[in-house]
């Protein structure tokens, strides 16, 4: 089975310096895809950024990274430039790509908090 | 641009009551999802669909069913709502794995 694990319940940064919010998963599957999401206290899910298990470039999307470690099977957002509205909660997430249809489900961490303090 | 939306985004209902969730995507997207959030619990699976009429049990199924009659559409359902289904369930919809459209959300309170 698959497990996301997210060992910081909460992080705090300063504006301005950049942040990593640490993530780790467990797998059998040699297909699968890794995703961050943040959570803002509105409730809404918003995509940051994607990493397939194939792709030997991290991932970037604007002050987004994903450094992916493979063999640690760790997949760390970095944010930097932090801004106050990067305060949310953070989750990491994994799918798998098994064929069939019925194996694109997607698994979550349990979330970090992240404070940004002006 | 990518939407999925749910029927309402505050709801209170008794206990005992049957309750439906209804989730639209119009996206043309064949998986749909539905989660439950709760604090310190992250994201938890209760269905998922994979295609018109088809459906699977996630992690937490219990005192739950689900609909599907149309690609579009998929509904959550609460037979007798209990206390414990105080939630926030969030829909969700991807095609192929690489991309998950989440609604808006929905908080539920059973009295």
């Known amino acids: 089975a698959q497990k996301i694990t997210q060992t910081q319940p909460g992080m705090f940064v300063q504006e301005k310096e950049a942040v990593t919010l640490d993530c780790t998963y467990d797998?059998?599957?040699?297909?699968?895809?890794l995703f961050w999401y943040k959570q803002p206290s509105s409730g809404e899910m918003i995509f940051l950024i994607y990493?397939?298990?194939?792709?030997?470039q991290n991932a970037t999307e604007g002050r987004y990274s994903l450094n992916f470690q493979k063999a640690r099977k760790s997949a760390n957002l970095v944010i930097s430039a932090s801004q106050l509205g990067d305060s949310a909660m953070y989750f990491c997430?994994?799918?798998?790509?098994?064929?069939?249809?019925?194996?694109?489900?997607?698994?979550f961490g349990k979330g970090t908090l992240l404070t940004v303090n002006p | 641009d990518v939407k999925v939306t749910q029927s309402s985004r505050y709801l209170v209902k008794r206990t005992g009551e049957k309750v439906f969730l209804e989730c639209v995507q119009d996206?043309?997207?064949?998986?749909m999802f539905w989660y439950r959030q709760d604090p310190g619990l992250g994201l938890r699976l209760i269905y998922f669909?994979?295609?018109?009429?088809?459906?699977e049990k996630g992690d937490i199924p219990e005192g739950y069913s689900v609909s599907r009659e149309k690609k579009e559409r998929f509904s959550l359902i609460l037979e007798s709502a209990s206390t414990n289904q105080t939630s926030m369930y969030l829909c969700?919809?991807?095609?192929f794995g690489t991309g998950y459209f989440f609604g808006p959300g929905t908080r539920l309170t059973v009295l």
């Open positions: 997430a994994m799918s798998r790509y098994n064929s069939g249809g019925s194996n694109y489900k997607l698994t």
């Open positions: 990493q397939g298990s194939y792709d030997e």
């Open positions: 996206m043309d997207h064949e998986n």
């Open positions: 669909s994979y295609d018109v009429k088809m459906k």
């Open positions: 969700a919809s991807s095609l």
């Open positions: 797998t059998s599957d040699q297909s699968y895809g």
